[in-house]
C-alpha cells in the first residue's frame, strides 16, 4: 500500500502497512526512517470539509490551485461523508432531522470506493477525477459528489471524495393522471439497502391497462468490482415479466472491453387503436436473449473508436383473446435470430451545468458526437421465421455548449428488411433537436424541442401515438395514431433559490404544446385529425433530502382543439427524472 506522510506543524499521520493509523507528536520531520522537508506537502485551499452541497456552483469549482508534477500517481483516496443532514446548521438541528440521520445507514466507503474508475497507485489524469464525479452524481442513494485532489506530496497526491446521502427506505403510496387515466401505486423501495449501493424494492400499480405486482434487485457494483448484476419478476392482471442480467460496462472512458448478458421473458395483453379508441386486445408473448462484447479500438485526444459485437434471440407470438372482436388482421409471429457487428465513436467531452433539466443540481452534458451502428443478419439456420437484414443506428451531438446555452440534436433509425418479400418492416426513423437558454446562472430560462418521427411498414403490434402520455399534454392518451408524428414544445421554466425546511426545490413552468400524427395515405389518425395545440402551467417539486432522482411534475393543461370527448383541462400528476 502507498504511504502518504501529511505533514501538520507538530504532528504526522502516516498509514502503515498494516492499515492502523499511527499519530505521534514530532520535533522533527522523520517517521519510521522516511525523511520530511518543509514544503514537501501542499495542501489545497480548497478541501471536501468546506464545500456546500447545497450550492451547486460551489461544486462547479474545479480545483485549479495545485501544481501536479508531471507523472504522479495517486497515493491515497481519502472518503468524506456527509449525513443527510448537516447538523452544524442551525435550520437543520432539530429532532426529525437528527431522528433521520440517526436511522439512516450511511453508504459503506467500499461502496463508494467502488465507484470510482481509478486505484490507489494508479497514475493521476484529470479525467479519472471528472469522470468519478460524473459516475457519483448518478447514484440515486447520494445527492451530490465532489472529487478532487486536496494535496500533493512530491510525486503523489491525495485525491479526496466528498458525497452526501440521501434517505433512500421510502414507502411509496401514491398516484398519477396523464392524458385523462389515473395509475396509482404503493411499495417499499431501497436504493441504498443497508447502505451496500445495491438496490431492492416490491411495488404494486393498478393503471388503466393492468394491475402489477413487482420485486427487483440491482447491484451495480457485484464484490466491489465494475461487474453489474441484477434481476425483476412482474406477476400482472394479464401475464407476467421476468428479467434477468450480467453486465461489465464500459465503466469508464478507458476501460479496454465491456461483455453483457441479458434475457427477458414477458406476457401481456395489448390494444390496437383505431379514431383514439382501443378496437380489440391480444395477448403478446415476447422471450428476449442478448450477449454481447466490446472492445475499446484506438483513442486520440477525446475521440474513441469501439467495436462491438454480439447476438440477440428475439420472438414475438400474438394470441387472440376471448370476447374481444377479431382484429383485421392479428400481428404475424415474428422470430429474429441473429449475430451483429456494430461501431461506436465517441467525442469525450463533458460540461457540467446547472438548472438544465434538474433543479439546482450539478448536471453533466456531453459537448460531443456519439455515433453508435449496428447491423445484424437474422436467418432460418438460427432459428429465425425468415431471412433479415438488422439495422439500428443512433447519432447524438452538441450543436452549441457555453454557460449559459444548450443546444442538441439526435437521429436514430431502427428496423428490418425482409429478404424473402424485398420490403423494409417497422422502420422508423427520429429527429430530436432540443435547446436550453439561460438555466445555468438564471433563475429562469427557456426551452424548446422539436420531435419528428416517420414510420414505413409498420406491423399490427407497432403503432405511432399522440397525446397526454407522449408529450401532447392537453390531450387524452393515444388521441391521434399513424406513421408520422411531430410535435414542438416551448417551455418558460422558472428555478428559484428557494429551499424551504433544507427539503425541498420548488420550480415553475409555463408551456405551450403544438403536435399531430398521421397517415400519408390518409387514413383515419383520430377524431381530430388536424394539428393539435394546448396551452398551460405547472409545478416541478423535487427533494433535496429524499429519493432526489425523481421530480414530482403537475401540469395543467388546456386543449385549443379537438373534439367534444375532451376535458377543457387536463390535469397531469406524474414522477419523472427531468424537469
Known amino acids: 500500500m502507498t504511504t502518504m506522510v501529511a505533514e501538520t506543524r507538530r504532528t504526522i499521520l502516516t498509514v502503515v502497512p498494516s492499515g492502523f493509523v499511527v499519530v505521534g507528536l514530532l520535533l522533527f520531520g ?21 464545500i456546500d452541497l447545497d450550492q451547486p456552483q460551489e461544486l462547479l469549482a474545479r480545483q485549479s490551485d495545485l501544481a501536479i508534477p508531471e507523472g504522479a500517481r495517486i497515493g491515497q483516496i481519502r472518503i468524506v461523508r456527509r449525513p443527510i443532514f448537516d447538523l452544524s446548521d442551525p435550520e437543520q438541528n432539530n429532532f426529525l432531522y437528527r431522528t433521520l440521520n440517526a436511522l439512516n ?26 469522470q468519478s464525479e460524473r459516475v457519483l452524481r448518478q447514484r440515486e442513494y447520494l445527492t451530490a459528489a465532489w472529487v478532487g485532489v486536496t494535496r500533493v506530496c512530491g510525486d503523489e497526491v491525495e485525491v479526496s471524495v466528498l458525497a452526501r446521502d440521501t434517505w433512500t427506505l421510502f414507502p411509496s403510496v401514491g398516484g398519477s393522471r396523464s392524458g385523462g387515466e389515473n395509475t396509482t401505486n404503493t411499495g417499499l423501495s431501497d436504493p441504498n439497502f443497508l447502505g451496500s449501493g445495491k ?26 468490482s465494475h461487474w453489474q448484476t441484477g434481476f425483476s419478476y412482474d406477476k400482472r392482471s394479464d401475464g407476467r415479466g421476468r428479467t434477468a442480467y450480467l453486465e461489465r460496462p464500459f465503466f469508464s472512458e478507458r476501460a479496454d472491453w465491456r461483455f453483457g448478458l441479458s434475457g427477458e421473458d414477458d406476457v401481456r395483453e395489448e390494444s390496437r387503436f383505431v379514431g383514439a379508441e382501443a378496437i380489440a386486445d391480444y395477448r403478446r408473448s415476447q422471450e428476449f ?17 469501439r467495436l462491438l459485437a454480439g447476438y440477440r434471440y428475439d420472438a414475438l407470438e400474438f394470441e387472440r383473446l376471448p370476447d374481444e372482436p377479431d382484429l383485421d388482421l392479428l400481428p404475424e409471429d415474428r422470430t429474429l435470430s441473429y449475430p451483429w457487428i456494430g461501431f461506436d465513436y465517441r467525442e469525450n467531452r463533458f460540461l457540467e451545468m446547472t438548472n438544465l433539466t434538474q433543479l439546482q443540481r450539478v448536471e453533466d452534458v456531453r459537448d460531443g458526437i456519439v455515433w453508435r451502428t449496428e447491423l445484424g443478419y437474422s436467418s432460418p439456420e438460427l432459428g429465425a421465421t425468415e ?28 428496423g428490418t428488411y425482409r429478404l424473402d418479400e424485398s420490403r423494409v418492416e417497422n422502420l422508423e426513423g427520429t429527429l430530436d433537436l432540443e435547446y436550453f437558454h439561460g438555466g445555468s446562472v438564471r433563475w429562469n430560462s427557456w426551452y424548446t424541442r422539436l420531435s419528428v418521427t416517420a414510420a414505413h411498414n409498420l406491423t399490427v403490434d407497432e403503432q405511432l401515438l399522440i397525446g397526454g402520455d407522449s408529450g401532447l399534454r392537453g390531450y387524452p392518451s393515444d388521441y391521434q ?14 428555478f428559484p433559490d428557494w429551499h424551504p425546511f433544507k427539503l425541498f426545490r420548488l420550480g415553475g413552468v409555463l408551456f405551450t404544446d403544438i403536435g399531430r400524427a398521421w397517415f400519408d395515405d390518409g387514413r383515419n389518425n383520430g377524431p381530430d ?50 424537469f
Open 387 to 414: 431471412d433479415r437484414v438488422v439495422l439500428n443506428m443512433e447519432f447524438q451531438d452538441a450543436l452549441l455548449a457555453t454557460a449559459t446555452n444548450y443546444a442538441r440534436y439526435g437521429l436514430s433509425q431502427s
Open 529 to 578: 385529425s388536424g394539428v393539435l395545440k394546448d396551452v398551460g402551467f405547472g409545478l416541478r417539486l423535487a427533494s433535496s433530502r429524499i429519493e432526489v432522482q425523481r421530480m414530482l411534475h403537475l401540469d395543467f393543461a388546456f386543449p385549443l382543439d379537438g373534439d367534444d370527448s375532451i376535458d377543457q383541462v387536463q390535469v397531469l400528476l406524474r414522477g419523472r427524472t427531468e
Open 30 to 50: 522523520q517517521v519510521s526512517g522516511a525523511e520530511q522537508h518543509p514544503g514537501d506537502c501542499v495542501a489545497s485551499d480548497v478541501q471536501p470539509e468546506s
Open 105 to 130: 445507514t450511511p453508504t459503506w466507503e467500499s461502496a463508494l470506493r467502488a465507484q470510482l474508475v481509478f486505484s490507489e497507485g494508479d497514475r493521476y489524469a484529470p479525467w479519472l477525477i471528472a
Open 199 to 224: 438496490s431492492v424494492g416490491v411495488s404494486y400499480t393498478k393503471g388503466p391497462d393492468r394491475t402489477e405486482t413487482s420485486i427487483n434487485y440491482d447491484d451495480p457494483n457485484v464484490l466491489g
Open 289 to 305: 436473449v442478448s450477449i454481447d462484447v466490446g472492445w475499446r479500438l484506438a483513442e486520440r485526444d477525446d475521440r474513441q473508436w
Open 481 to 494: 395514431q399513424g406513421n408520422r408524428r411531430a410535435l414542438w414544445t416551448l417551455e418558460r421554466r422558472y
